[in-house]
């Protein structure tokens, strides 16, 4: 069972894992890789959560998906789910040590040819790329998620969706915050943005740790 990040009551998120579908042979195989070869293998999204972006990607059949914060591509390989035919994911990591493992299960998940994997700060990349997202999935540096929204939004499609990983951040933006907690700070700064943006209609889903959805209001 996941134990990273959970909010809900253990038994609870037992059960909802007793019962949410199998993952496949080659993201369980990722799983244990990242677990065994990785210094932070709590990073990796889980298999509820990696089920959940599978879905949402299948709703949302998007042609361009931007993710930032490959890791070891685990939820890259579940947001590519409902790419389009000619679509294409371009997923931004800043280390590059990561590289062989993300390449051996992008290409055992067949999807290397529609996979732009770029290294580097994703500040300083993603204004290089010149597309309107369909799908978006900040999952990197808490710190800078208020910038990455204020890069992204005016390029989200009409009917795109932006999640945002982590915003309950363990709990603790319901708690009192040290002065130097910046990634707290950061995630109630990025909160508070996205709920006073009168052009979008947003939500936090409170699984995990806290998964931020957005969508430009109609
Ligand atoms: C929580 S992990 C991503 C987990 C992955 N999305 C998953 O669900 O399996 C965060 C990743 O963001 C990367 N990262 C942190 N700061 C970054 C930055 N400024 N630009 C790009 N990647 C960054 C880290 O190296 C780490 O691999």
């Keep these: ?7 809900i009551d253990k038994d609870i998120q037992a059960y909802c894992e007793q019962h949410t579908s199998d ?72 280390d590059e040590e990561r590289e062989p493992l993300i390449r051996k299960y992008l290409h055992l998940a067949g999807i ?3 996979t732009h994997l770029l290294f580097g700060r994703a500040l300083d990349i993603i204004p290089h790329l010149q597309e309107t997202w369909d799908l978006i999935f900040i999952d990197a540096d808490k710190v800078n998620y208020l910038n990455y929204y204020k890069l992204l939004i005016n390029h989200l499609s009409e009917d795109g969706m932006l999640l945002a990983d982590n915003v309950l951040w363990s709990g603790k933006v319901v708690k009192e915050v040290k002065h130097n907690d910046k990634d707290t700070l950061a995630l109630l700064e990025f909160n508070q ?26």
């Design 193 to 218: 943005y996205v709920q006073a943006d009168a052009t979008v209609k947003n939500m936090i889903l409170p699984f995990r740790d806290g998964m931020m959805l957005v969508e430009k209001k109609k």
């Design 23 to 94: 993952e496949s042979e080659v993201l369980y195989q990722l799983y244990r890789e990242t677990n065994l070869k990785t210094v932070h293998p709590r990073m990796l999204s889980c298999k509820n959560q990696g089920t959940f972006l599978q879905m949402v990607s299948r709703m949302v059949q998007p042609k361009r998906i931007l993710e930032l914060g490959t890791f070891t591509g685990y939820s890259t390989i579940c947001l590519a789910e409902g790419l389009s035919k000619d679509g294409l994911i371009y997923t931004i990591e800043k």
């Design 112 to 114: 290397e040819s529609k």
């Design 1 to 7: 069972m996941d134990e990273t990040f959970n909010l």
